[in-house]
């Protein structure tokens, strides 16, 4: 499997850069793991933007949905010109339901609420994890039967991350804060030191920080990170690769 950071900014994208976004290459699938402000423009260096076989959106806030409704257009566009042969389909939280309405798009949107139940792709499993955030979020674990990703989406300190499983080969953990400026009210969101402690309590061979503030040095939290986690830790940037 190949994950491609196509923007891990939030909650705005910074120059060049783009809010979250991944792309998943496995099984001869292209999945597009969010679609934030920025994202297409990324995901169109590596494939035709109609060429995404499938659509997981952990939550609808903007940073992680702005650019699907951009999509939209795209798979149209394609459908008219006969380069696609059926609907996007895509998968994402219910709630809120007046966003949820709006990701259906005429016949070129196939849409289905995300349930507990894995979603096979091929043969690519996708289970969900209820995060702790202010709006319905999932957390995406995807294994190939060989290789396991653990996509922690955006995430509280209450999250139950052991009920996800443990050893994850790459574990994408959202690192909103420095664990000083943490607010005294939880926000749903982690420090870089608390994206480490979840990666040590699952015990996942790497890490891979996220959802980072754009005009933030991203120096210090893979220093507080590493401090804490044993395991290789890497700070996202837009355009890097990991193969797992």
Same mark, same amino acid.
């Given at each position: 499997m190949r994950w491609t950071v196509l923007g891990?900014?939030?909650p705005y994208p910074g120059p060049g850069g783009a809010t979250l976004g991944y792309l998943l290459e496995a099984d001869q699938q292209r999945i597009l793991i969010d679609c934030g402000s920025g994202v297409l423009a990324q995901l169109a260096k590596i494939t035709p933007i109609?060429?995404?076989?499938? +659509? $997981?959106?952990?939550?609808? =806030?903007?940073? =992680?949905?702005?650019?699907? $409704? @951009?999509?939209?257009?795209? @798979?149209? +566009?394609?459908? *008219?010109?006969?380069?696609? *042969?059926?609907?996007?389909?895509?998968?994402?939280?219910s709630e809120p339901t007046h966003w949820y309405g709006k990701l259906s798009y005429q016949s070129f949107i196939e849409k289905h609420p995300i349930q507990m139940q894995p979603v096979k792709l091929g043969n690519l499993t996708f289970s969900f994890y209820q995060t702790d955030h202010a709006v319905p979020c999932y957390a995406i674990h995807i294994s190939d039967g060989h290789k396991t990703i653990l996509y922690g989406a955006?995430?509280?300190? *209450?999250?139950?991350?052991?009920?996800?499983?443990?050893?994850?080969?790459?574990? @994408?953990?959202?690192?909103?804060?420095? =664990? *000083?400026?943490?607010?005294?009210?939880?926000?749903? =969101?982690?420090s870089a030191k608390q994206a480490a402690e979840a990666g040590v309590k699952i015990k996942a061979k790497q890490l891979l920080l996220t959802h980072l503030y754009?005009?933030?040095d991203p120096a210090p939290l893979a220093e507080e990170a590493r401090a804490v986690f044993p395991g290789q830790c890497l700070v996202s940037q837009t355009g890097m690769q990991i193969e797992v």
């Open positions: 891990c900014h939030s109609y060429e995404v076989d499938a +659509v $997981f959106l952990s939550h609808l =806030h903007h940073d =992680h949905i702005s650019d699907f $409704f @951009v999509l939209q257009y795209a @798979v149209m +566009v394609a459908a *008219k010109q006969q380069k696609r *042969k059926g609907p996007l389909p895509v998968w994402a939280p955006d995430a509280g300190p *209450k999250t139950d991350w052991l009920l996800m499983g443990t050893e994850p080969d790459l574990f @994408v953990c959202e690192a909103t804060y420095l =664990h *000083k400026e943490l607010p005294a009210q939880p926000t749903g =969101h982690l754009p005009e933030r």
